[in-house]
DNA sequence: CGAGGTATTGACCAGTATCAAGATGCGTGG
DNA sequence: CCACGCATCTTGATACTGGTCAATACCTCG
């Protein structure tokens, strides 16, 4: 989307301890080290990568190497069965981590797909796990960063067992304005990186759903809706919509 | 909480090096482990807890201080909202660990409730993590568990987000049956320990909706159902059951 | 043996899926 | 820069799954 802008960056790959100078520091995994440790992690994570929107970063079934913290850009991770049954298990941000499903069986257990021009830092898992023996606070934060992404699973299991689709997107809306706030962006109008299918997909509903919901929203002034940019017109009523369907007209 | 009941078995916390002879070693933790290493953590698992059946082995919002192996009996985690909704996120048998949702934010963020009897093994966390830096096959060890929760995770919201509420419970049965044999069961009979209730909030259903599905599959001959006595009669068809919404009549 | 929790089944209804038609937006190539 | 074509989105009509409510049966445990 924003691929042509020019620049000279073929150099960007061969910046070394890059960490250090990062501005994700604070949002991925170098939280909590010190300047020495993140010098370490630095040169463990020195390789980066392009993806361009469309572009797989893995796919289920190839074996598993790298985690990969996302850089610049989105993701989507999605799960298929046999059957081409298709879900999105989570949309991912600048800062966050993908792969840590594929530590359990060294095989990639879903697709990473960009949803728009990214760039990810890959981490050999192998000299992560090496490290993370002489830098301990890495590990601690490491297993948070794990167990973060169960308490979030819980949080999609909630949501898919027991809400209504109004529920449902409106939950999702509220997770988006929160994640691009705590990365500098505006909490209350946005542009979503993904199709209404995706979304659906996410939330276990069908687009048209997803659709109409967004359109009821915005007929009750809670939103404003053009097509992918997102406007949040009265966040407390949002948040009402989350928790409680009995009040529902 | 059920610190205080008069117990008989004070012993039991007394064995020490427990790891090394416990019969789940195969199953749990110390997987891959050698005879000194498996020392090493019997060391730190010393403790064991019991849990009536009803009994909370943790709850929402105390400190997170250890994860919890289950030596015998059942479990079911589930998380709930401020409004009273709950969901079940987990069953949990022999040789599964508890807790992990709780290393992010040093709370618990789901209750464990015990279905039966049950016997734990308390790991503390810190030591944990002490003895993986000079253990790293434990420490690997530990993030394929990790991971293989997010996995699992990653399976429930592809059953709640796309299947059919027979797809489902064709889905729960054979996962149950695959854990039983696991185990030395066996997995064509067995003895459910939860409620209809607790079944429909683990796959997103109402009990009725379950008690229905159970009749439907009955009525097929694929399973014969006696109350919380389940007998796998066809597990091929209960296999096609599972992935195949089209070819049902 | 009785009471409370649990399970089954039926009738009806709400919410979402499905199918379909059209509108809008976006990327590509002329 | 415009026009075309395809993907995406919106909206309506209808069907169907599963939810809700209710009555009854069953099981378990004190």
Same mark, same amino acid.
């Given at each position: 989307? =924003? ?7 073929? %150099? $960007?790959?061969?910046? +070394?301890?890059?960490?250090?100078s ?7 995994l ?5 300047d020495? !440790?993140?010098? $370490?992690?630095? %040169? ?5 990568? +392009? $993806?361009?929107r ?8 190839i074996?598993?190497?790298s ?7 989105? =993701? ?5 069965? /046999? ?7 989570g ?6 981590l993908?792969?840590l499903?594929? @530590?359990?069986?060294? $095989?990639?257990?879903?697709? &990473?797909?960009?949803l ?11 000299k992560?796990?090496? @490290? ?7 590990? +601690?934060?490491?297993?948070k960063?794990?167990s ?7 949080g999609?299991m909630?949501l898919?067992?027991?809400? *209504?689709?109004? /529920?449902?997107? &409106? ?13 500098g962006y505006? /909490?209350?109008?946005?542009n979503?990186?993904?199709?209404? !299918? /995706? @979304?659906?997909s ?14 009821k929203?915005?007929? !009750? ?8 940019? @997102? ?9 009402? *919509?989350?928790?409680?369907s009995?009040?529902?007209?």
């Amino acid at each position: 989307m =924003f691929r042509d802008i020019p620049l000279p960056h073929l %150099d $960007i790959s061969n910046i +070394r301890s890059s960490c250090a100078s990062c501005s994700l520091r604070e949002l991925c995994l170098p939280v909590g080290l010190n300047d020495q !440790e993140i010098h $370490i992690l630095g %040169d463990v994570v020195s390789h980066k990568r +392009r $993806i361009s929107r469309g572009g797989y970063l893995h796919r289920t079934g190839i074996k598993f190497q790298s985690l990969f913290a996302i850089r610049s850009g989105f =993701f989507k991770t999605c799960v298929l069965e /046999e059957d081409g049954r298709q879900q999105v298990t989570g949309f991912h941000m600048t800062g966050e981590l993908l792969g840590l499903d594929a @530590i359990s069986s060294d $095989i990639h257990t879903c697709d &990473a797909i960009a949803l728009e021009d990214s760039e990810v830092c890959e981490i050999p898992f192998t000299k992560l796990e090496e @490290i993370s023996l002489v830098i301990p606070s890495l590990m +601690r934060h490491f297993h948070k960063i794990m167990s973060r992404e169960i308490v979030r699973d819980h949080g999609v299991m909630l949501l898919l067992g027991s809400m *209504k689709a109004e /529920e449902r997107l &409106a939950t999702f809306l509220l997770n988006l304005s929160r994640r691009f706030c705590m990365r500098g962006y505006s /909490e209350s109008e946005f542009n979503l990186r993904m199709t209404r !299918e /995706e @979304i659906g997909s996410y939330l276990g509903l069908k687009l048209e759903t997803v659709s109409r919901a967004f359109s009821k929203l915005q007929d !009750e002034n809670i939103i404003t809706v053009d097509n992918k940019r @997102i406007q949040i017109n009265d966040i407390t009523r949002l948040r009402l *919509k989350m928790g409680n369907s009995s009040c529902v007209t």
